[in-house]
């Protein structure tokens, strides 16, 4: 069993910069795939980001890549989203989920624990 819960959303204008952080519990968290989605108003829940199980594999949705890093620390149990050049379109819930697998994935159900969410909002 995993629990996971995020921390780091708020307000912030156009062009800033937020570190979304995602504390683990449970024994697994170094062994399994770490991943970021997000669901703006209305929308569908989207792939963020995604890191394998020892960090040496990230993978990014294209609308973040260059903008988001994801990074983890398997001795503190915690994966960091750290979201710099924030537009307004970055708005959503985020989301941090642990997977069932070591290697990173986009797709939603490969990941078998989720997060309660952290809301970021970005003013024009």
């Known amino acids: 069993q995993v629990q996971l819960v995020e921390s780091g959303g708020g307000l912030v204008q156009a062009g800033g910069s937020l570190r979304l952080s995602c504390a683990a519990s449970?024994?697994?968290?170094?062994?399994?795939?770490m991943g970021w989605f997000r669901q703006a108003p209305g929308k569908e829940r989207e792939f963020v980001a995604t890191i394998s199980w020892i960090g040496g594999s990230t993978s990014y949705a294209d609308s973040v890549k260059g903008r988001f890093t994801i990074s983890r620390d398997n001795a503190k149990n915690t994966v960091y989203l750290q979201m710099n050049s924030l537009k307004p379109e970055d708005t959503a819930d985020y989301y941090c989920?642990?997977?069932?697998?070591?290697?990173?994935?986009?797709?939603?159900?490969?990941?078998?624990?989720w997060g309660q969410g952290t809301q970021v909002t970005v003013s024009s």
């Open positions: 989920a642990a997977s069932g697998t070591q290697r990173g994935s986009v797709m939603a159900y490969d990941y078998v624990y």
């Open positions: 449970g024994r697994t968290f170094s062994s399994r795939a």
